[in-house]
Nanobody, 131 residues
């Protein structure tokens, strides 16, 4: 059974950086995609960035392009999200999720998905961007 554990959240000033980690135990080649989502207070959970296992392709939602970078350490089964130039609107709980149904889906180059494609979720990590 796949288990996902996020770490690295915290409080940062606008313009600062944070790196989130997602340790995946029980991860196998049966999974197609692993991704980061976030949920701000009073808003729906949204996909932020996705990593397709088969070909290492990556995708981002438009609002984080050029600021966030997703990467994967295959040897340690860990997914990362490097977040730079953080803004107050990036404040949210960030979740790691995995799909054994589909690879990353996108529309016109932007990460685009629905939550029901992901059956495995971490517990979340709070990121607060505030001065």
């Amino acid at each position: 059974q796949l288990q996902l554990v996020e770490s690295g959240g915290g409080l940062v000033q606008p313009g600062g950086s944070l790196r989130l980690s997602c340790a995946a135990s029980g991860f196998t080649s049966d999974y197609y995609a692993i991704a980061w989502f976030r949920q701000a207070p009073g808003k729906e959970r949204e996909g932020v960035s996705c990593y397709t296992i088969r070909d290492d392709s990556t995708y981002y939602t438009d609002s984080v392009k050029g600021r966030f970078a997703i990467s994967r350490d295959k040897a340690n089964s860990t997914l990362y999200l490097q977040m730079n130039s953080l803004r107050p609107e990036d404040t949210a709980v960030y979740y790691c999720a995995a799909s054994n149904m589909v690879p990353c889906t996108h529309y016109r180059g932007n990460y685009n998905t629905t939550l029901d494609r992901y059956g495995y979720w971490g517990q979340g990590a709070q990121v607060t961007v505030s001065s």
